[in-house]
């Protein structure tokens, strides 16, 4: 006789519920209560965005057979590191607004964002070392050294972003290898050999290449309102994205676009013009056509792990990311 | 017959040949050439100061029969954290001077100082991670937690530092910690055990404690020269340490004092009169008798560990701490 009670659970999708002990984690590390440092530090947590991070190394640990407990670790961990890069990154950039709410920089000083994100970079660590998988650790380490490396190689340039190869060279380090540590330390977690942790990592990466674009897609064509930040604003903050490169390929004579790459400061006006027409000529196409071709390298990738109702989860998730509008 | 020769080699006393290692591999973390930033960074390094972290590293892992290979490593990522926290306090601080050459943030800007502090943490990460003993780097990782818990602590706090008992717990986080990493670290690489673990731990922390007191005892009694920063920095900074706080305690009505306290700015002839003012009297004293407490304290536990020459150095290591005078 069949239990059906069994059966019920297996047909659960088990996310939910694991996402919620990845939430509790992440909350048990950050004591609200302490000052009111760690309390703006758990605000931004708990305003959370999507989780997708989290969401991709629960999915992958289950394909591949990964321990519960260390998988739920490793996805708390990816998470609190992405917090702690988004707290420097805005310190780095003067941003004003994530996730809707006030950055920790425009509230407070510069001190307390260093040392906030100090504290979140820490409390990753341990998150990760709790694991007890050397291997995972490694390439989290290794995750985190490529996002500050991007960082610095993008501060240190004479001049802004010029071309598609700084572009994808610079989002390969400050997005992509989180996604491909998210989807291929749980292979390590699992022991999966050589062969399927590299396409596990190649699905990531990938699937991170075509999020940034995304999301600097979103940021010219998006409202304030989903996206919890003002329209344009890299290019008003002087950085050009995709979309800003591609119009730029198309109009290589506009002294605007020049300016931005040789640092120079434009008016509001001037910035105005810029965003107003990237967002109605063809850059905005061509830059979704390099994500579809990112998430097909993707898919590529995922047809050499085992089959598996994650792997289709994986699929639909990595299909999602051309569609999502925030 | 004796071989002389090997005689000879066991005399020599090696620590300076592993010291020129661990400045190796210190120096292979970082690429001058790369950026002005790696740059800066590497000429912090080289600036180096007396290694005294990696020193107790390479004497505490040769008493406890460490391997050479993970202790030179570890050594290396003590040092290195020791770097990374003081590019992140300083900009924190807002300090000018460090080892006697401009800080980075002096010369470049917060978004800098954050990057290549982050950069340092991150290479301290690895260099701790080569070790490949999962308890030497969750120790590590517990150092830099209490570091950055400490900073946070005293950024959060609504008054200055008032009493010995917030600078004494100010102290055992920011410095003490990490001197407890660099002697207990290396017993955990030898598996040495729980007991002969913590009187290692216990001789760091205690060598920590006496050597940030006389530190800020020279911060009031030492010339520039000497020290690579300003005399009575601290105090103009408006944070007051142990000096300070004895002072304060037998000149309770001082109305400048009580305004540090209060965090409130103070007109620079206020603040030489106060500089001059503990400078001259008992409280320096007072401070050097609470250094050559920690100083006993820490024998009393080094006297728990193995005999051997090393345990020697690090006595006569712990004495030349209150006669240092930079």
């Not at 890069?85 to 941003?95: I, P, Q």
Request: with cysteine.
């Amino acid at each position: 006789m069949i239990n059906t009670q069994d059966t019920m659970m297996t047909v659960v999708d088990p996310l939910p519920a694991r996402l919620g002990q990845v939430e509790a984690l992440l909350a048990g590390r950050v004591d609200a209560n302490r000052s009111p440092l760690e309390a703006g530090l758990a605000r931004l947590i708990a305003a959370g965005g999507k989780r997708l991070r989290p969401r991709l190394a629960l999915l992958s640990g289950s394909l591949f057979g990964a321990e519960p407990g260390p998988l739920l670790y490793l996805a708390a961990a990816v998470e609190m590191l992405h917090t702690a890069s988004l707290v420097h990154d805005d310190l780095v950039d003067g941003a004003g607004l994530r996730r809707g709410v006030e950055t920790l920089n425009a509230r407070w000083s510069a001190a307390a964002s260093v040392l906030v994100g100090d504290f979140a970079f820490t409390q990753a660590a341990q998150l990760a070392l709790a694991t007890r998988c050397l291997p995972a650790i490694d390439l989290f380490t290794e995750s985190m050294r490529r996002m500050v490396d991007g960082e610095l190689t993008q501060l240190a340039r004479p001049h802004g972003i010029s071309s598609r190869a700084e572009y994808f060279d610079w989002i390969r380090a400050k997005t992509a290898a989180l996604f491909e540590l998210a989807v291929g330390a749980p292979a390590l977690l699992a022991e999966s050999g050589g062969e399927i942790t590299a396409a596990a990592r190649d699905f990531g990466a990938a699937l991170g290449m075509a999020f940034q674009v995304m999301d600097d897609v979103l940021d010219f064509t998006g409202e304030t309102s989903s996206l919890g930040k003002p329209a344009g604003q890299d290019l008003c903050q002087g950085v050009l994205t995709l979309p800003a490169l591609i119009h730029f390929e198309a109009h290589p004579a506009d002294s605007g676009l020049r300016a931005l790459v040789e640092r120079e400061p434009l008016p509001a006006a001037e910035l105005e013009r810029l965003v107003a027409a990237i967002r109605r000529g063809e850059a905005v196409a061509g830059a979704v056509e390099e994500a579809r071709g990112f998430v097909s390298r993707g898919l590529e990738a995922l047809s050499r792990l085992p089959e598996g109702p994650e792997r289709l989860a994986l699929a639909e998730l990595a299909g999602s990311i051309i569609d999502r509008d925030n």
